[in-house]
DNA sequence: GTGTTTGTTATCAA
DNA sequence: CTTGATAACAAACA
């Protein structure tokens, strides 16, 4: 369930140490998450220029104009190795290590230098593509303005909410058209921060239920962010570690427990398709 | 065997 | 065009 602050929280560990990096080895155990075809051959040689987002897609921008995209979808995990198995640690050999590899490991990198990463993905959902330019164009486009940057502003925000008027919020909020990143952890924790219930229709929020929840999208991804991400099943940081963010969940994953804040049980829905939980105290 | 977990796209229906 | 629902992808878990 990697979200905007779990990317963003790998694309950092990993910009410092990637960038640079060149390609030496790729293997591939399962060949439906790559493409195109001959994707082993193409990033063979091929260096690390730069370590980018957009939206819940990592983008390692590489020599020859082309970029790899990586999304994790629901499973995915990226683990570095710093050095290959058996050698240096203190020149220690050690043995098997949370971050070695799984028998979910679907990609390998391995670099010029010795170092290793890894893409392991239980359920295959993920996907790693090598994108030119022009693709890569295409894919930003398909998507909406990123919460975090200058550009997602109050009078932004709300034009975006009104795109829709019909919608429930929780709809509009997963929408990645509209808002880039946010998906069912933080839309459920937005919504109990600014007390609106996401099964409320876009047009029936006030003025001041939307400045609240602007506020608190922002406040939420950057507290993520700051924690490493939310490790609440699959996700774990480029180390292999678990993200910090666990203990700051309201909601997602509370059903029936008590309110934070009230002690009512935390209520947990179906909606837009997705598990969806409120308290149906705090949140009107 | 059943339902649930979730990111994204495709498809169908009203 | 809007909206809502469902399936598909795939695997594990209770």
């Known amino acids: 369930m ?9 694309r950092r560990e990993l ?5 640079g990096q060149v390609i030496k080895i790729v293997k591939i155990f399962w060949p439906k998450s790559v493409s195109p075809k001959n ?6 040689g091929a260096k690390i220029l730069g370590v980018n987002r957009r939206a819940k897609i990592l983008l390692l921008d590489l020599t020859n104009d082309r970029t790899l995209a990586i999304h994790l979808k629901m499973t995915g995990q990226l683990v570095y190795h710093p050095l290959p198995f058996g050698e240096g640690r203190g020149g220690v050999i050690i043995g098997s290590h949370p971050e070695d590899p799984t028998k979910y490991t679907r990609t390998i990198f391995n670099f010029t230098d010795g170092s290793y990463l890894y893409f392991n993905d239980l359920r295959k959902f993920g996907w790693l593509k090598i994108l030119s330019a022009d693709h890569k164009k295409i894919l930003s486009e398909r998507h909406g303005v990123e919460p975090l940057s200058p550009k997602f502003n109050f009078k932004t925000f709300k034009t975006i909410l009104n795109r829709y008027p019909n919608r429930r919020l929780k709809q509009t909020l997963l929408d990645q058209t509209l808002i880039a990143g946010l998906g069912n952890i933080y839309v459920d924790e937005s919504c109990f921060a600014s007390r609106i219930r996401p099964n409320r229709r876009i047009k029936s929020l006030a003025t001041l239920e939307i400045k609240k929840l602007y506020l608190v999208i922002k406040r939420i991804l950057k507290l993520a962010i700051a924690k490493g991400g939310t490790s609440a099943r699959d996700y774990v940081r480029s180390d292999g570690s678990n993200g910090n963010f666990v203990p700051y969940l309201k909601v997602y994953g509370r059903a029936k427990q008590p309110c934070k804040i009230c002690k009512t049980p935390i209520m947990k829905i179906k909606l837009a398709g997705r598990g969806t939980h409120f308290c149906p105290q705090c949140q009107k």
């Open 2 to 10: 990697p979200e905007l602050p779990e990317v963003e929280t790998l």
């Open 39 to 44: 994707f082993a051959a193409r990033l063979k």
């Open 15 to 19: 910009a410092k140490v990637l960038i």
